[in-house]
DNA sequence: CGCATTTCCTGGAGGC
DNA sequence: TGCCTCCAGGAAATGC
């Protein structure tokens, strides 16, 4: 399932692959998975140039020349990435654009269609699905800003997930992000104490970094670029692990339900109630 | 406002 | 081996 780090490394390789390229002919094996600009693709597509490649969250977005926005949201199962004509595609590829000049092609894909392509120009007219919202990029939210979403009188891992409030957490990256802080996902945000809110927003951005680092974590659909799985799930100190041992304080991980998301905590070190600044206060710096 | 529930969808896992 | 059911969840819509 395709969350920041997974995203991150995903445009990584596609700045690199698209750096320069002119797309050429369009295949379009599902119409209803893209949206949004009503003309069809095999005639908005063609012959246009790739800008800039970036994302916001988990939202992908590919600057086409003509003003032409590309949004990409890879929602469960979704992959975007760059392939070599020849190679066969994968199953449930919907789109594939040939890059002109090159024996390579674009191809996005999804096995469960959550995800899906948003294509606007500026107009006003709108068809399929709405592109999902997107606030601030957790990645680049400094302290001040993530205190004040913190303000919200909601459980703090319905809040995490929330794309509108801070954009690119999904469900792995919140579970481990709220062990490392030792925060119980369903305390209330606005209980938070400042310390607590420091120690998650740091949690966060280390947990982040590095899976970026590690090509992001592969449990079962998410391929990295070339076909190859990211490295962050041996990491993994809580998601999934429900009925193992806390590696931090050997406890039994529990399992709960959380905004209908399944969640796995430690009783012990994930206290629901507040948790002193005192104890898990830092030596240095 | 916030929360749970339902919807979309497929592949993998488990039961029999 | 094969069929059935359940489950995973990102995000929006709906009901309370």
Redesign the pocket.
Known sequence: ?P?LPEVETLIRALRHDLRGARFGRVRVARRDVIHGDPRPPERLLPRRLVRSVGRI???IEIELSGGLRFFT?L???GSLGVWPRDEPAA??THLIIDLQGQSAQLRFGD????GGIWLFDGGELSVGK?L??VGCDILSANLACFGRILG????IK?LL?D??ALAGL???YCDEALFEACIHPLR?ASTLSADEIGRLWRAVGRILRAAIRAKGSTI?DYRGPGGAPGRFQRAHRVY?RDGLPCTRCGAELIRL??????TTACPACQPMGSTGPSRRRRKTR
């Open positions: 399932m969350e969250g988990k939202r949201h929602g469960m199962t199953r449930h096995a469960r269609r959550f709405p999902p919202a919200a009188k909601r459980a319905a997930l794309q509108h999904g469900n792995i209330k079962r999934a339900i959380v905004a209908g998301r399944g």
